[in-house]
């Protein structure tokens, strides 16, 4: 009795990899669209305003297309499991800036969000850390709004050197 041929096994697409794929195109399909919405006449058109859009979509579409040929090929690397709570941590100190920068001001909002991530990190206690990035928040507050001339969400403690 001879045993049937082994048939080669077939390579699947990485699902997910290919969704990253596509979302790089459409990224670079966004860019590509908006630098053509830039009315710029002249010499200024070719190296005007629009040629990074235009470069970084170039970029981008590169990607999807390496990406989407990976995908295809199948056989991903092993992914690293998910470690949830340094992810929480920081999507906690995202929520926490969106929700009090107009209230609380850049400095503190982004002294939250700086100490949510580091503590993701595993470092440093929460009493040590908030107050370190509220004083790095409010130094570079005060760079781009003193020295720049910018505008940045200001709260109570940016009034104080307003």
Request: hydrophobic residues 60%; aromatic residues 12%; proline residues 9%.
């Amino acid at each position: 009795m001879s045993a049937a041929p082994e048939q080669p096994a077939r390579r699947r697409p990485d699902w997910p990899v290919l969704g990253i794929a596509a979302a790089l195109a459409v990224a670079a399909a966004v860019l590509f669209w908006d630098a053509s919405l830039l009315n710029v006449k002249g010499f200024a058109a070719r190296f005007g305003p629009a040629i990074f859009p235009r470069l970084i979509g170039g970029l981008l579409l590169i990607m999807a297309v390496w990406t989407a040929v990976a995908a295809w090929r199948g056989d991903p690397p092993a992914r690293e499991k998910d470690d949830l709570p340094p992810i929480l941590w920081i999507i906690g100190g995202l929520a926490a800036q969106m929700l009090l920068l107009t209230t609380a001001g850049f400095s503190i909002a982004t002294g939250l969000l700086f100490a949510a991530t580091v503590k993701a990190f595993g470092r440093g206690p929460l009493w040590q850390t908030i107050p370190i990035g509220i004083v790095f928040a409010f130094a570079v507050w005060f760079i781009f709004s003193k020295g720049l001339d910018l505008t940045l969400p200001a709260g109570p403690l940016e009034k104080l050197f307003s």
